[in-house]
């Protein structure tokens, strides 16, 4: 008797599953936090250790960060900031057993990535 061919995984991707806001804002939240965790907190060590080591410290790591690819890096690290802490805030909502209904959590990831986008635009301003 031959066996029908089934999707090994409701999580591939393709023919088989359709990527959906929820499951896409959890994955972005895993790797914004990783991204904070590998590159964000050094950098924000490496800013306090400037500061805190003298002016020719803090002048070296501004001119470090002061180009194309230094701003692009703070630019990162905003976003990913803004969008993990907005999005937590959201699963913190979630914990109280609100806003679970599919519109409600769609609304509430489109929230979450306009808030992100506005807050990266006005907090990646007053740092460059």
């Known amino acids: 008797m031959k066996q029908k061919q089934r999707p090994?995984?409701?999580f591939m991707i393709g023919p088989?599953?359709?990527p959906q806001l929820t499951s896409l804002m959890s994955i972005t939240h895993r790797a914004t936090g990783v991204f904070l965790s590998v590159v964000g907190a050094p950098l924000l060590l490496w800013?306090?250790?400037a500061v805190s080591s003298g002016?020719?410290?803090y002048m070296a790591m501004?001119?470090?960060l002061g180009g194309w690819l230094g701003s692009?890096?703070?630019?990162?690290s905003v976003f990913c900031l803004s969008f993990h802490f907005l999005n937590g805030i959201r699963h913190l909502v979630w914990d109280t057993g609100t806003a679970l209904e599919i519109e409600k959590a769609y609304a509430l990831g489109w929230v979450v990535l306009a808030g992100s986008l506005v807050l990266t635009i006005l907090l990646?301003?007053?740092l460059l």
């Open 47 to 49: 800013w306090l250790i």
């Open 16 to 18: 088989y599953y359709k």
């Open 8 to 10: 090994l995984s409701p």
């Open 55 to 57: 002016p020719d410290a």
């Open 72 to 76: 692009l890096v703070i630019i990162a």
């Open 62 to 64: 501004q001119t470090s």
């Open 124 to 126: 990646s301003g007053a």
